[in-house]
């Protein structure tokens, strides 16, 4: 009798810390209700589990997690104390293989942390691994993963695709019941379409919020790190810790940072937002849902507004294509063999080394990206494709800036379509692979902060509504986002 209302007081607290969300579970981690170390030893195992099934982890760092656990059960006061973190694989941790799921980069243990992991381990987040992602963050459904890495599986149908290039993130956070929250990075829309397909929050900062410092690069002059979260509020808690000018980076913007986590949850009246009409032309399921979410901000006293930004959607995709393979092209040159990437035995000249180390362990995706970043780069070809490209970037962030000067946010699908099964996906063109992106890649050229959060399913599939935010007005977008959840 008393062992069986042990096991029912075992499994309430179990459940307790299910259900919690991440500041709750934090608070109970610094009032020693929660034995932090127990706790991410059960973290780790469950994580291990779900990862048989389901793929989501290129490496579990459990000896690692240990170690910060028991340095958080001394001192339980940072901003995130015990929580668990999950990392994409394209971010340096410390002492833990990093590849950024490209078998060019097996082995490599970076020797030390990205200013991101640092910022993380100073308030006592816990790394417990280094997430699924495709190569070098080359794709939309995170079905281009690396030779000899796993596609990871959507946590509500393991038919369908998580979404790309962070399923990894999108799927840990949705699958796992404890409080976590995962780092993920985009380029073109890689935090929010996976978050789209996970039902999480994804959020996407403004560009030089969130150093870079650590982050293997796709392109320079895109690539941005965010948060996936269970919750809008716990991404805007992870935000708020990771942001934050850093002198190790150049593209790192000296600006104050808000209280992220105060936005979360307040009062959304009075505040006004645009819906784009260009991106209501996909599937109808999708964009009803989208629609109940806006009437639901209306019913909170939010004012909207059709209005038409035909650049970003009509240009976007063929723009941002050009110039992000352009820059992933020279980024990628380093991988040689020789100083960086996997070496293989010397013969032949320097041509036939590279061809051989290149061609052995970079996947399909990343040699046709580089291809086609070197051609729009090419003497007689430039002005045609990556000028005019520029040109077009420069035009999308003129409408965006114009539009905020009426609006707060402005609305959209995150993805047209719900997640796609695996057969699907297979049946894509290259084109039709890079045109799922046609929605994200607007904010993202501009440099412009967006979050995807879950406002309904279909056929038991989630479905993702994007809130576009001015030049770090990440705060309105989360003040949105979670008006949305709270009436979900």
Not at 53 to 61: A, P, R, W
Not at 101 to 117: C, E, Q
Not at 337 to 350: A, C, N, S
Request: aromatic share 8%.
């Amino acid at each position: 009798m008393i062992c069986k209302k042990m096991t029912w007081l075992l499994m309430s607290v179990k459940n307790l810390v299910r259900n919690l969300q991440a500041i709750d579970f934090i608070k109970k981690i610094k009032n020693n209700e929660i034995d932090v170390v127990e706790h991410t030893h059960k973290v780790i195992d469950e994580s291990k589990k779900i990862d048989k099934e389901y793929h989501y982890f290129n490496v579990i760092s459990d000896e690692l997690a240990v170690k910060q656990a028991e340095l958080v059960k001394k001192n339980p006061s940072g901003k995130l104390a015990g929580l668990p973190v999950s990392v994409k694989d394209c971010i340096c941790v410390k002492g833990v293989e990093t590849t950024s799921g490209s078998r060019i980069l097996k082995g490599y243990k970076p020797v030390f942390d990205a200013t991101v992991i640092n910022k993380i381990k100073k308030e006592g987040g816990i790394i417990i691994g280094k997430v699924s992602q495709d190569e070098f963050g080359f794709g939309a459904f995170n079905v281009n993963v690396g030779l000899d890495f796993k596609v990871p599986l959507n946590p509500f149908d393991k038919g369908c695709v998580c979404g790309g290039s962070s399923g990894g993130s999108g799927g840990i956070t949705q699958k796992t019941g404890y409080p976590h929250i995962s780092l993920g990075e985009s380029t073109g829309g890689s935090i929010v379409n996976p978050a789209s397909f996970c039902g999480v929050a994804g959020l996407c900062p403004t560009y030089g919020r969130v150093s870079r410092y650590g982050l293997l690069d796709f392109a320079n002059s895109l690539d941005k790190i965010g948060p996936m979260g269970k919750t809008t509020s716990d991404a805007a808690l992870m935000l708020e810790v990771i942001s934050g000018f850093d002198e190790n980076e150049s593209t790192s913007l000296n600006s104050p940072v808000d209280k992220y986590l105060e936005y979360a949850n307040k009062d959304v009246s009075g505040m006004k937002i645009g819906v784009i009409k260009e991106a209501f032309k996909g599937d109808g399921a999708v964009e009803k849902h989208v629609w109940d979410g806006i009437k639901k901000l209306e019913s909170k006293g939010v004012k909207y507004e059709e209005i038409s930004l035909p650049t970003g959607i009509k240009y976007g995709v063929p723009a941002y294509y050009f110039l992000s393979t352009s820059e992933a092209s020279t980024n990628l040159a380093k991988y040689s063999g020789m100083r960086y990437g996997k070496h293989e035995k010397l013969e032949g000249g320097f041509n036939e080394y590279f061809t051989k180390v290149r061609s052995s362990n970079f996947g399909s995706e990343a040699k046709r990206r580089i291809m086609l970043g070197t051609f729009s780069r090419m003497a007689g070809y430039r002005d045609a494709y990556y000028i005019r490209a520029a040109q077009i970037r420069t035009k999308i962030i003129q409408e965006y800036k114009k539009a905020f000067k009426k609006f707060d946010a402005l609305v959209s699908p995150t993805v047209p379509i719900l997640p796609p099964t695996f057969k699907e996906v297979d049946k894509l063109s290259v084109l039709d692979n890079y045109m799922i992106d046609e929605l994200t890649v607007g904010p993202n050229l501009a440099g412009m902060p967006h979050l995807s959060v879950n406002v309904g399913f279909e056929k038991k599939l989630p479905v993702g509504m994007m809130l576009i935010g001015d030049h770090l007005m990440e705060k309105k977008i989360i003040q949105l986002g979670s008006g949305v959840e709270v009436l979900k």
